[in-house]
């Protein structure tokens, strides 16, 4: 669902609340090719009577569901909230600030020199630090040495490929 809807404003954040560690945590989703944001030890006010839970806000942050995700109203409830979402056509100034407001390299999985991964898109390149912005729409600069070697020389191929195309 999170790959199938997120153009159209769908966030996923997947909640643990277990206890689980880091490295288990990074285990599951790495096994599972999960994209979207992992809380760690999840607590709040609602009560979780089963495992898997799933809440659903629409986007003025009501909460819409609350229950298991293969319950039949589980997808309906969040296709007919992403129905309510406005979509309008845009205006040709606002195709030119879209264009423009582009990832200088789409959402992926990097690997920094530790082994650790992050799924994020890379918006900017300033000297030595890379700027992602992750699923959840947080930005995060992070030093481009500390990437892997492959990462690092995508990134420097995407720079110069948008040099070109900006001359």
Same mark, same amino acid.
């Given at each position: 669902?999170?790959?199938? #809807?997120?153009?159209?404003? !769908?966030?996923?954040?997947?909640?643990?609340?277990?206890? =689980?560690?880091?490295?288990?945590?990074e285990k599951?989703?790495?096994?599972?090719?999960?994209?979207?944001?992992?809380?760690?030890?999840?607590?709040?006010?609602?009560?979780?009577?089963?495992?898997?839970?799933? !809440?659903? $806000?629409?986007? =003025?942050?009501?909460?819409? #569901?609350?229950?298991?995700?293969?319950?039949?109203? $589980?997808?309906?409830?969040?296709? /007919?909230?992403?129905?309510?979402?406005?979509?309008?056509?845009?205006?040709? =100034?606002?195709?030119?600030?879209?264009?423009?407001?582009?990832? !200088?390299?789409?959402?992926?999985?990097?690997?920094?020199? /530790?082994?650790k991964t992050?799924?994020a898109s890379?918006?900017?390149?300033?000297? /030595?630090?890379? $700027? #992602?912005?992750?699923?959840?729409?947080? =930005?995060?600069?992070?030093?481009?040495?500390?990437?892997?070697?492959? /990462?690092?020389?995508?990134?420097?191929?995407?720079?110069?490929?948008?040099?070109?195309?900006?001359?």
């Amino acid at each position: 669902m999170d790959k199938e #809807f997120r153009e159209k404003g !769908l966030v996923i954040i997947g909640a643990e609340s277990q206890g =689980s560690t880091k490295k288990e945590i990074e285990k599951v989703t790495e096994n599972a090719k999960v994209e979207y944001t992992i809380t760690e030890g999840a607590d709040g006010p609602l009560q979780i009577r089963g495992l898997p839970t799933a !809440l659903v $806000f629409d986007a =003025s942050g009501k909460m819409i #569901f609350n229950g298991h995700p293969r319950d039949k109203q $589980f997808e309906k409830t969040i296709k /007919d909230a992403l129905k309510e979402v406005k979509s309008v056509a845009p205006t040709k =100034s606002e195709e030119k600030t879209k264009k423009t407001n582009q990832p !200088l390299i789409a959402q992926r999985r990097w690997t920094n020199t /530790d082994g650790k991964t992050i799924t994020a898109s890379v918006t900017e390149v300033n000297g /030595d630090e890379v $700027f #992602f912005k992750l699923h959840n729409l947080k =930005s995060v600069k992070y030093p481009l040495n500390k990437l892997s070697e492959s /990462d690092q020389e995508m990134i420097k191929k995407a720079i110069e490929e948008d040099r070109k195309e900006t001359e």
